[in-house]
């Protein structure tokens, strides 16, 4: 369960990317943007059999699986940029994500889990940390008008959150079916930019390379590792620890120049990383309790 977990938080060091990868990308427009990333996912997926036959697992997959597999991946890029569409960022990126803690307090629904005061304190520690990168100093106002957009971004986060959650119950489904629900998100999302909004290519080999980077890992590979962590890990701490990924994401945003640093974002880190650690108390006492033995003795 270890070796999984961490391949499970390996997601986030690629996730942190997306938004610098999405202002690069100049003003390609969100479904367009997605149909092509999910394209390049698909074709790591179907790399990473060539190469390596121990991925190409086969299996039978039911299906409930496949509606689950692409439902989640889909529904969640459909739902998240609906609510970007219909309400102010800062609110939509809020409300979207409450996904941690809905994977934390749903993971208690599952049989053989076990749920914790540290997960659910760890989980709302995050919470808190993104209000505070989310917000910026600006207050947050929820206003009637954009109900659609709040209603789309609580979607997106309860279609993610079920996605992760459910992926659990279909363990010995192998992660490189993940391969074909990005190719299935790929065919739709190029559908949903045909009916509703206009073509924008990458307008110069910068703004393409990071389209290609956002498909290599955030959009690709990260789909694969997150779905083998939440399958076989403690999903109990991925989800806690998933609020270090707004955070990894604005520091990279400093990093580049494209935001500032302030008191609030460190109070902001200590929180998200103070959550992840609590979150992740069993997990340390597990690994350190061999060696207070050994001492002992």
Known sequence: MVRATLVGLSTFAMWAPLALLTAFSGDVPPFLLSAIAFAIGTAVGILAQVVF???????????AAWLVGIAGLFGYHFLYFTALKNAPAV??????????????????LMPGERLGWHHI??????????????????????EGQHSVGYLAAAGAAIFWSSYSLLSRRFGAVPTSTVTWF????????????????????????????????MGLFPLGAAFFTWDYGVKHGNIQL??????????????????????ELSAQLLLACLLITGGATLA????ILRSRKPAVETVLD
């Open 280 to 283: 992740a108390k069993n997990m």
């Open 91 to 108: 609110e939509a990126n809020l409300i979207s994500y409450l996904w941690p803690l809905l994977i934390v307090l749903g993971s208690a």
């Open 121 to 142: 304190l760890g989980a709302i520690a995050g919470l808190a940390g993104t209000v505070l990168i989310v917000a910026k100093g600006g207050s947050l106002s929820f």
């Open 238 to 259: 991925i989800g806690s620890a998933s609020y270090v990924i707004p955070m990894f994401s604005t520091l990279l945003l400093i990093i580049a120049g494209r935001a």
């Open 182 to 213: 990005c190719g299935a998100t790929a065919v739709l999302s190029a559908l949903c930019h045909v009916l509703l909004e206009p073509t924008i290519w990458p307008a110069n080999s910068a703004e393409w390379i990071a389209v290609i980077l």
């Open 53 to 63: 036959p121990s991925f190409r697992q086969r299996a039978h997959v039911p299906p």
